[in-house]
């Protein structure tokens, strides 16, 4: 199989048959930011076969759906999966490559999804779904503008089967577009519970809150904005009612709340816990060293999630953290 490359630096290699092996366990889930901003999966549960037009800001985009339907936002883990793996590699120096070759049990496990034999075949027609949709847009990614068109994945390949017919592991090689994200780090880290919410609507706007919520204690936003930014297909008032239960059960991370003017308002649930600084390079090798073939970075930014929703204030972070990594493999 051929595929772009590119080792550290984001210097890109020409190599016939590179390829990366996507062998990083808990790595940490990942999300390119063009994606998160704009509505370019499904929300619907059955086959979407309509054309998708958006424009907000400058950015134009058209979704055309293959006649399997449109790739959903379930679809999507199949890159986020990929997309983590990738800059887990980058973290660790390694080098990488636009084509992965993906265990699908693996892919299943971090991404929640069920093992049965159903959840193979399920997995199967997201690809086909993925590989179908077209895309023609003018995004920037990787500070790069172009109006071009492409697929979500350019190939997908079943490399191996049991005997029973059951995939073992797939070749997916990534657009060129989404991998240029990768190589300029243009994504964000999501919640693990991200992968645990299983409405269309909720995973859509947990992305619009990660986005632009990330770095700010909150984001207000107009419904009929909100309702645009998602790509939801009903009628605003089906949408304003749609949300209104989401407030009520709350989403990872964020809380939201209706105010006046019909307005939305996003705030992260938590506040980073003061006097825990960055590990250093050392602190990180050792966590290395302790958990061999572990995404390290994925590691600390856990137990940071731990420490924060705890309230723990320790003296010595690093000992701690390290001591904790002991025992997370431990339960491994």
Known sequence: MTGSGAIPG??????????????????????????????????????DRRVLTYEHNGTEITVTPSVKGRATIHDKDILIFCVSQLIAALNAGRSVARTLKVTAHDLLVATNRDTSGDGYARLREAFERLAGTRITTNIVTGEQETTTGFGLIDRWEI?????????????????DWLYRAVLARSVLTLSRDYFRLRKPLERRVYELARKHCGRQPSWTVSMAVLHKKAGSAAPLRVF???LRKMMAGGLPDYTLTEEPGDLVRVERRHRPVPGQPRFDAEVLE????????F??????????????????????????????????????
Request: a positive charge; zero cysteines.
């Open 10 to 47: 984001g210097r890109f290699t020409d190599r016939g048959g590179d390829f990366f092996i996507a062998d990083i366990f808990g790595a940490s889930p990942k999300d390119d930011l063009a994606s998160m901003e704009h509505p370019l999966f499904s929300l619907s549960t059955r086959p």
């Open 159 to 175: 490399v191996r089967r049991t005997r029973g017919g059951r995939m073992v592991s797939v070749s997916v090689t990534l657009s």
């Open 240 to 242: 304003r009612a749609s």
């Open 286 to 293: 050792a966590a290395r060293a302790l958990a061999p073939g």
């Open 295 to 332: 995404d390290v970075h994925a590691l600390e930014a856990e137990w940071r999630a731990w420490a924060e929703e705890t309230g723990t204030r320790l003296s010595r972070p690093d000992k701690a953290f390290l001591g904790w990594v002991k025992t997370r493999i431990a339960k491994e």
